[in-house]
């Protein structure tokens, strides 16, 4: 246990979190997302779980840590709706709650489609798949930089 660290964040997510560079994309997927399969082929080469967690619980955690890009529209984003690309659903709803909350301001997450989220999630540093039931439960973020102190 480290004084000041979420507790939901294991060692090997706060390792990856940590060796990410700005511009760096980072997925937090669901249970049903191919996961194991597609880290292989990311930066890290393996999965990270969190797998006791929501999505928005997840995020929470990682957001505690790491600072969103800030020179990007592409900051974060969520999968789209098979058919339905502008439909947010409660998932979606409660991580862009918290991308908000960290960010203390609303700043939208871009929408990717199904397929073109999964050729980004291949090209990604990490992956990171969580406990997350519900249907497109999976995100992309991009990490920021952590300015000097003034």
Known sequence: MLKGIDNRLNAEVLGCLRAMGHGDVLIISDTNFPADQVARATVTGKLLRMENLTAAQAVNAVLSV???DTFVDDFAGRMEI???PTSVPPVQAEVQAEID???GRARPMIGIERFAFYDMARQA???IQTGERRFYGCFMLR???IPPDA
């Open 66 to 68: 790491l600072p969103l």
């Open 101 to 103: 909350s960290a960010e």
């Open 82 to 84: 098979v058919g339905d």
């Open 143 to 145: 990490k920021g930089v």
């Open 125 to 127: 540093y990490a992956v």
